[in-house]
């Protein structure tokens, strides 16, 4: 007889903000921020020139040079992975780069998980990618996945990351 637990495959997506590759140039940037601005104000669907700009701005070719938070949320992530007791893992950004959550999400289901749980970098509250962006596609991934359980790990709990931070600042007291 097989139990709840071991029909379960779980999934980790940590999800970071995701940064602009220096060499990517600015007007792009300026333009789809203009476009999401007036896209959030009217309430209207994303035109398809915004869609092109987030995709071709989310493709961008990088390097460690020119995206170092590329880089550091990989590092991060290559030290998370092995703590999560083997379930699925992806890393997946807010913005600017790829793979976005659906796309993340997609991949860990396509892989066999059936829990999925969304991990933010963004440790503090008040913030509109954390509090309301991630939360967004996460429903709307639940409306396309019902069949799959899906949570999001946030909001942090401050005193754990105060305890984190504390610690870590120790290192460099006298």
């Known amino acids: 007889m097989t139990t709840m637990t071991s029909q ?3 999934a980790i997506i940590l999800v970071g903000h995701g940064g602009l590759p220096s060499d990517l140039p600015h007007e792009l940037v300026i333009r789809l921020k203009k476009l999401e601005s007036a896209r959030r104000a009217s309430g209207a669907p994303a035109s398809p020139e915004e869609m092109d700009l987030n995709e071709r701005i989310r493709r961008w070719p990088r390097t460690s040079a020119s995206d170092p938070y590329q880089t550091g949320l990989e590092r991060l ?3 998370l992975r092995p703590r999560l007791n083997g379930a699925l893992f992806s890393l997946a950004y807010n913005e600017f780069c790829t793979p976005t959550l659906q ?3 997609e991949e860990v289901v396509k892989a066999g998980a059936t829990h999925v749980t969304v991990l933010s970098s963004m440790l503090t509250p ?6 309301i962006e991630i939360p967004e596609a996460i429903q709307y991934l639940q409306t396309q996945y019902p069949q799959i359980t899906l949570l999001y790990a946030w909001p942090f709990d401050l005193d754990v990351v105060a305890e984190m ?3 870590h600042v120790r290192q460099f007291q006298p």
Not at 126 to 131: K, L, R
Request: no cysteine.
């Open 77 to 79: 992530a290559a030290r």
């Open 165 to 167: 931070l504390a610690q």
């Open 8 to 10: 379960m495959q779980r």
């Open 103 to 105: 796309e993340a999400f």
């Open 126 to 131: 008040g913030g509109s990618h954390a509090e």
